[in-house]
């Protein structure tokens, strides 16, 4: 089974330009969240989704937003970007109990 | 406010030692725990999950233990190898909405 796949790989943006990062679960995984993981520090969540709905946010400006499609691949946007967006963006799936993560994307806002 | 803690945040040590990862939270209502391990610049592999209800649970070298009165979790490897050279991070889930991660022990195994 594939696992957690995230695209792109990489991405350099311009400060003020708008991004969008894409997440694939694994397959029959119906929950899906994002992560910011800033170097040196542990991951921060950003969005839960489940069955299409938004169940959790974190702390994050409304310069970030998200959505989930019916295959329960998910999108992360982001607008208006800032030299602290540059960051590995993690997707991450569940079934039941734990989360299986993707590689990650990897934005530089320069 | 719940947060995550892990001590240390580094460690280097010499191969076959054993050696035990630390990982404490404030709040002890914890829906589960899980450990990661992650390569320089690469995603999240999970480890071990460890279930509110249980003590411990075990996978190969690696043993990880909960006390939630205590608000503590532990990583046990026995007798590392170069190989587990990478950061470790903790990580605790309170409603299976999110979860909160330590900033992670970054783990050098020396030949």
């Known amino acids: 089974d594939a696992g957690v796949t995230q695209s792109p790989t990489h991405l350099i943006k311009t400060r003020g330009q708008h991004v969008t990062l894409r997440c694939s679960p694994i397959s029959g995984h119906k929950s899906v969240s994002w992560y910011q993981q800033v170097l040196g520090q542990g991951p921060q969540f950003i969005f839960q989704y489940y069955e299409k709905e938004e169940r959790g946010r974190g702390n994050f400006p409304d310069r970030f937003s998200a959505r989930q499609f019916p295959n329960y691949s998910s999108e992360l946007n982001v607008n208006a970007l800032l030299l602290g967006d540059s960051a590995l963006y993690l997707c991450?799936?569940?079934?039941?109990?734990?989360?299986?993560f993707g590689s990650g994307t990897r934005l530089t806002v320069v | 406010k719940q947060e995550v803690t892990q001590i240390p945040a580094a460690l280097s040590v010499p191969e076959g030692e054993n050696l035990v990862l630390n990982c404490s939270f404030t709040?002890?209502?914890?829906?589960?725990l899980q450990w990661f391990r992650q390569d320089p610049g690469k995603g999240l592999t999970s480890l071990l999950l460890i279930q509110s209800s249980q003590r411990e649970q075990t996978s190969g070298r690696l043993n990880a233990s909960l006390d939630k009165s205590s608000g503590r979790s532990t990583l046990y490897i026995a007798a590392s190898q170069p190989g587990d050279s990478a950061t470790y991070l903790c990580a605790v889930n309170y409603n299976f909405n999110k979860f909160y991660f330590g900033s992670g022990t970054k783990l050098n195994v020396k030949p």
């Open positions: 991450a799936s569940s079934l039941v109990l734990g989360y299986t």
């Open positions: 709040d002890s209502a914890i829906y589960n």
